[in-house]
């Protein structure tokens, strides 16, 4: 079937009236001449999309088929969000490994004065972070640009719904979790204040700075200098964000290298006890390839621990597992004296372990070479029950459902084979396809039940590709010792999200528009009124946690109290931007935009 409605930019309708006749304002969108041809509500589409076309048949369907039709492609819909978070994993992988690369730097003890040579990263811990922060949002983003293409270079209504639904559901529903989650021994208060003020408020005013270029400067349209703009704005704002947020160099490489070299020492311990006749050389191999993280946590290490429980995976082991599994191994051999007169060894009194733990930090963060034990090692872990946490029952279930997208998964090679890069661009390929496959079966389904897709995309899409960002925000929150994680992620996340998502479609499109005499149209109404209350409902947030920093001692956490009252209060949040977007949508109410 075609569209449910058609551009046609010569198309006049038959009862057109001029302006001054009309009765009301003039609209940009109706240059575009928007032809209702069908039964469907505007904003429900019927037709192909760019890979899947469209089910026959979907003028004449019964009520039982519309809720047959409707079943099924929303579970096809669950399964794809299950294939995007377990991909994602692969691409957290890729992305710590590259921003984990590491050289040899001489830096000064600030305990003993002396020059020492030590492994330091590359790449700034804070920018490292924003990179994977980018990379989670990849999904949102790639289907903000799937939809203008998939669209004919018309504003669609997924896109921007997608991203403007994750931004509602990570400020309410993530934020009001990471703050009940955090335990009241440990603090929940941001330590780095100008670089979360700087990150909070910047993801407010992108959403302030599209709210009034499409709605003021130039209303129902998008010019080229505004898309150029936004860019510009998000780069100001991280480049300002990474300034702020910078700690001296050489005490954040001398922190860094510490708790680096325990982590390893650590793991060396325990893999030293587990195979007690293993050679040197293949223990120091065997924790070089063992691809544990890399310290401190980074984001992508709480995303790989979430997917990797979404996907039933039991691989990813912190510091103190590792601390507590060396000290039972250690009984068991009835070598505890000594092996704790090693995991306590400082840094400067062991030369030669100090050597050897350097050669391995250089040789785990620097992967460049093929090892192909690794890459054969992915296919093994499909078939061994440990590694999705035993042979039992639901543990079955979990790896048959997910076991296709492990064995894809797996089909990529292993981050530690060419840097990463192999993995990054492989796995982000992946995820296009698999981006692209949403947004088809999401307009689909919108026709099946007769339901605006940018409803499905505020509220179905955003939650389904924002799980393993719930979870691993809380994960940050009760295993960091301060709220800066899972704070600074989030709302990098949500300015990412808006800039990226929004700004390079439309400036796209606008080049396009414009490049043919005309501009890009952007229907104002649904788009204005979310923005409108997104941005209120997130200033509003964003002053509570404020607020909390004085009265519950953070912004995450607190007392029992603070906690349940602060997850219902943006929980409320939440379910009152979604319910008043979709009666805006069908007309309930009637904002004036």
């Known amino acids: ?67 047959g039709r409707g079943v099924l492609y929303f ?19 890729s992305m710590e490994t590259i921003t984990s690369l ?13 020059t020492q040579i030590i492994i330091a990263k590359i790449w700034n811990q804070t920018l490292a972070n924003i990179f994977m922060v980018v990379g989670s949002s990849s999904p949102l983003i790639l289907i903000a640009i799937i939809d203008v293409w998939g669209n004919g270079v018309y504003a669609g209504d997924i896109g921007p719904f997608t991203i403007l639904g994750s931004s509602a559901f990570n400020l309410f529903v993530t934020i009001g979790v990471s703050a009940a989650a955090v335990p009241i021994v440990k603090g929940g208060k941001v330590t780095n204040i100008w670089s979360f003020v700087l990150i909070a408020f910047g993801s407010m005013a992108i959403l302030l700075w599209v709210y009034l ?30 300034l702020v947020g910078k700690l001296p160099k050489d005490q954040t490489s001398n922190d860094e290298y510490k708790s680096n070299f325990q982590h390893y020492k650590l793991i060396m311990v325990k893999m030293g006890f587990d195979n007690p006749n293993i050679e040197e050389y293949e223990l120091l191999k065997k924790v070089s390839e063992c691809g ?5 946590n980074s984001w992508a290490f709480y995303v790989m621990q979430a997917t990797n429980k979404i996907a039933g995976r039991c691989k990813q082991q912190n510091l103190e597992t590792l601390k507590m599994e060396v ?18 060894t400082p840094v400067s009194e062991s030369d030669e372990l100090k050597s050897k733990i350097d050669n391995i930090l250089m040789g785990a963060n620097n992967g460049g070479g093929m090892i192909l034990s690794l890459w054969t090692q992915q296919f093994q872990y499909l078939v061994q029950a440990e590694s999705f946490g035993g042979p039992t029952v639901i543990n079955w279930i979990i790896h048959t459902v997910t076991f296709p997208w492990k064995v894809i998964s797996s089909i990529i090679p292993p981050s530690a084979i060419l840097g990463g890069y192999l993995t990054f661009i492989m ?19 919108g026709c099946f039940i007769n339901c605006k897709e940018s409803i499905l995309a505020f509220v179905f899409i955003s939650i389904g590709l924002n799980i393993p960002t719930l979870l691993s925000a809380k994960h940050a929150a009760m295993e960091e010792e301060t709220a800066d994680l899972p704070l600074f992620c989030l709302l990098a996340g949500n300015l990412s999200a808006s800039s990226l998502g929004l700004g390079i479609p439309w400036l796209l499109c606008s080049i396009y528009w ?5 501009q890009f149209i952007v229907p104002v109404g649904d788009l204005g009124f979310c923005l409108t209350n997104l941005f209120v409902f997130g200033l509003t947030t964003i002053i509570v946690l404020f607020v909390r920093r004085c009265c519950a001692g953070g912004e995450l956490g607190g007392n029992k109290v603070c906690k349940i009252i602060t997850f219902i209060v943006f929980l409320l949040f939440w379910l009152y931007s979604v319910i008043m977007f979709t009666a805006e949508a069908y007309g309930f109410i009637q904002p004036g935009f």
Request: aromatic share 12%; charged share 25%.
């Open 427 to 445: 796995t982000s390929f992946l995820i296009l396809i698999l981006s692209t496959l949403i947004v088809d079966i999401n307009s689909s389904l």
């Open 213 to 242: 270029s499409v709605g003021f400067i130039s209303y129902g349209a998008i010019e080229t200098w505004e898309g150029v703009f936004t860019l510009i704005l998000y780069i100001i704002i991280i480049i300002c964000t990474v």
């Open 75 to 93: 579970f096809i819909l669950l399964y794809l969000f299950l294939g995007v978070a377990i991909l994602l994993n692969k691409l957290m992988e």
């Open 327 to 344: 000290a039972k191994t250690a009984t068991v051999y009835d070598k505890k004296e000594e092996t704790i007169t090693l995991v306590m």
């Open 514 to 518: 414009e490049a043919q005499g005309t």
């Open 102 to 114: 590491m050289k040899r730097v001489s830096l000064p003890d600030p305990e003993s004065g002396k």
């Open 292 to 296: 544990a993280c890399r310290k401190p």
């Open 1 to 67: 079937m075609d569209r449910s409605y058609e551009y046609e930019d010569d198309y006049i309708p038959d009862d057109y009236e001029p302006e001054e006749e009309r009765g009301y304002e003039y609209d940009p969108a109706e240059e575009r001449g928007y032809e209702y041809i069908n039964e469907y509500p505007q904003g429900v589409k019927c037709q192909d999309g760019l890979i899947l076309p469209l089910w026959q048949g979907t003028d004449e369907l019964s009520h039982g088929d519309r809720v």
